[in-house]
């Protein structure tokens, strides 16, 4: 079984409650758009030149090292799903919300990861992340394996 199989599914083991799934696929999204757009507004010297040269945008290189180490086929989904969450938040750094958007982040974020956790209140299971930090990036993996499943492509 490969690597990436084994932290799914170990993963997974904390993820059965139907509650809890749907708070994930609501909650895990949301997390990362709003860790984007609080990455984002850390100001840079050179914002002015390029926005997309931003600590979001390093952070998801970091996380495509990661994935591309577990799956290639996973790593196509977050660049994707990436390349969206990034997009929305380049939308509202630009529009008249822009000076706002490390609060609504921050918000979001905060209310997304109180979801988390009523979500494993109900699994009756702590998050997969407290035994180990890489289930931080496993949980998108997870959401993209079952979109995978679902579509025939194997990952």
């Known amino acids: 079984m490969s690597k990436l199989q084994l932290l799914l599914d170990e993963y997974g083991a904390s993820h059965k409650n139907p509650t809890n799934k749907l708070i994930h ?3 895990i999204p949301v ?6 757009g609080m990455l984002w ?24 090292i990661y994935y591309i180490r577990l799956s290639i086929p996973l790593t196509f989904g977050f660049i994707v799903f990436s390349g969206i969450a990034l ?3 380049f ?12 609060t609504i982040s921050l ?3 905060v209310v997304a990861w109180i979801g988390q956790f009523i979500g494993h209140k109900l ?5 997969s992340f407290f035994k180990d930090l890489q289930f931080l990036l496993i949980g998108p993996a997870w959401l993209l394996s079952f979109i995978y499943k679902k579509m025939g492509i194997a990952y």
Do not use: H, Q, R
């Not at 939308?91 to 490390?102: D, N, W």
């Open 123 to 127: 699994e009756g299971a702590k998050p």
């Open 107 to 109: 918000v979001l974020f």
């Open 91 to 102: 939308l509202i750094a630009t529009s008249s919300m822009g000076s706002k958007l490390f």
């Open 25 to 27: 696929w609501i909650c």
């Open 41 to 64: 507004s850390i100001p840079l010297p050179f914002n002015d030149l390029n926005p997309w040269i931003n600590i979001a945008s390093v952070v998801v290189l970091l996380a495509l």
């Open 87 to 89: 997009y929305g938040n």
């Open 31 to 36: 997390i990362i758009f709003s860790l984007f």
